[in-house]
């Protein structure tokens, strides 16, 4: 039966148990790389099974439309894969170069971000009763304004280009446009929700708690915890916290707000 295969052609009957194995892997290949096959066809063939025996096993053939690129180990699988990964380690490293170096830094042509983030949001709303914000006036300082948004993204994406370009796998561009976008719009979300709950589905998850206490402790201290939607940039860079060592006055305990007051009962306050 291994005859019947190509570099262009795969095979599989339904009559032998040779077919039925080749029926499980075509089977694979046709769920996941099913853009990539032009044309089906069934025939019956008359097959030698064991040297002497002739049977005759329906062959189902498939033709593919870019053999180069996909094959029974699926690569383009396997890239996205890749780039989800990479994508998800790039933009926790992004957030926190960004807010540490550009929203908490003055630097030259950027110190809209350092004076709507660091002057403004920081000034407004610290780690106490502050932090869930009630005023009107000061819920307009807890977003990004909305051009910045795309504007993130886009920068996000020029060192993606070159690592497209050379390695001329779009995927990669695809999963990364897609990811950035996704992460840096739950960094908004996220965002909102922690200064401004509301009760949301979002709000009741352990993760969000978790979340809730790692920006909590950003505003007490706004040296560390800089990473908003996954804290691991802030991990391997040593700004992590996830208890202070001296007691401070944080918002009422309850819902999305954990307990973070440090463990040793004898630490002073703050
Ligand atoms: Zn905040
Ligand atoms: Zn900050």
Same mark, same amino acid.
């Given at each position: 039966?291994?005859?019947?295969?190509?570099?262009?052609?795969?095979?599989?009957?339904?009559?032998?148990?040779?077919?039925?194995?080749?029926?499980?892997?075509?089977?694979?290949?046709?769920?996941?790389?099913?853009?990539?096959?032009?044309?089906?066809?069934?025939?019956?063939?008359?097959?030698?099974?064991?040297?002497?025996?002739?049977?005759?096993?329906?062959?189902?053939?498939?033709?593919?439309?870019?053999?180069?690129? /996909?094959? +029974?180990?699926?690569?383009?699988?396997?890239?996205?894969?890749?780039?989800?990964?990479?994508?998800?380690?790039?933009?926790?490293?992004?957030?926190?170069?960004?807010?540490?170096?550009?929203?908490?830094?003055?630097?030259?042509?950027?110190?809209?971000?350092?004076?709507?983030?660091?002057?403004?949001?920081?000034?407004?709303?610290?780690?106490?009763?502050?932090?869930?914000?009630?005023?009107?006036?000061?819920?307009?300082?807890?977003? +990004?304004?909305?051009?910045?948004?795309?504007?993130?993204?886009?920068?996000?994406?020029?060192?993606? /280009?070159?690592?497209?370009?050379?390695?001329?796998?779009?995927?990669?561009?695809?999963?990364?446009?897609?990811?950035?976008?996704?992460?840096?719009?739950?960094?908004?979300?996220?965002?909102?929700?922690?200064?401004?709950?509301?009760?949301?589905?979002?709000?009741?998850?352990?993760? =969000?708690?978790?979340?809730?206490?790692?920006?909590?402790?950003?505003?007490?201290?706004?040296?560390?915890? =800089?990473?908003?939607? /996954?804290?691991? +940039?802030?991990?391997? +860079?040593?700004?992590?916290?996830?208890?202070?060592?001296?007691?401070?006055?944080?918002?009422?305990?309850?819902?999305?707000?954990?307990?973070?007051?440090?463990?040793?009962?004898?630490?002073?306050?703050?």
């Amino acid at each position: 039966m291994g005859g019947i295969h190509s570099n262009s052609w795969a095979g599989l009957g339904g009559a032998s148990f040779q077919g039925h194995f080749l029926y499980e892997r075509l089977a694979l290949r046709v769920d996941i790389c099913s853009k990539k096959f032009t044309a089906l066809h069934v025939t019956m063939k008359k097959v030698s099974v064991s040297g002497h025996t002739s049977k005759y096993a329906l062959i189902v053939s498939v033709r593919r439309k870019l053999p180069t690129h /996909c094959s +029974m180990d699926n690569p383009t699988t396997a890239l996205i894969g890749l780039g989800i990964l990479c994508s998800l380690f790039y933009c926790t490293a992004f957030e926190w170069f960004m807010h540490r170096y550009i929203m908490h830094r003055r630097v030259t042509g950027l110190q809209f971000a350092f004076v709507r983030h660091t002057r403004t949001h920081h000034r407004l709303i610290e780690g106490d009763h502050t932090y869930h914000v009630s005023d009107p006036e000061i819920e307009k300082h807890i977003r +990004m304004p909305l051009w910045a948004g795309p504007l993130v993204i886009g920068i996000t994406q020029i060192p993606v /280009c070159l690592v497209t370009y050379f390695s001329q796998q779009w995927v990669f561009q695809g999963t990364s446009v897609i990811f950035c976008a996704l992460y840096f719009t739950a960094y908004e979300y996220l965002h909102y929700c922690m200064h401004l709950p509301k009760a949301r589905r979002v709000e009741k998850g352990r993760v =969000f708690r978790l979340l809730n206490g790692h920006h909590i402790l950003h505003h007490w201290c706004m040296g560390k915890n =800089f990473n908003v939607v /996954c804290p691991l +940039m802030d991990l391997l +860079m040593g700004t992590l916290v996830v208890r202070p060592t001296r007691r401070f006055t944080q918002p009422p305990v309850g819902g999305p707000v954990p307990d973070l007051q440090p463990r040793n009962p004898q630490s002073k306050p703050a």
